[in-house]
């Protein structure tokens, strides 16, 4: 899950102070969650999944199809 987070920001060029600002926390409170030493709140999971539209099911490796919803 934290490999995840890390490759979604990563993959739109983002940096971790901008995800951390519109998350409304700081960067190193972010960086916790992508390096895994803080666990990630079901708050924060449901707001980087619909930042990225995708599922939380995705961020958390459950599924490996990216897609928000699946038909």
Known sequence: MYKRIRDLRED???NQ???AKMLGMSQTGYS????G???IPTAV???L???YHTS???ILGE???PCRYQE
């Open 37 to 39: 030493e803080n666990d």
């Open 63 to 65: 599924t490996d199809n």
């Open 12 to 14: 739109r060029d983002l």
């Open 45 to 47: 999971l449901i707001k």
């Open 32 to 35: 916790k969650y992508e390096t």
């Open 17 to 19: 102070t901008q995800v």
């Open 56 to 58: 939380v099911d995705y």
């Open 49 to 51: 999944a619909r930042f």
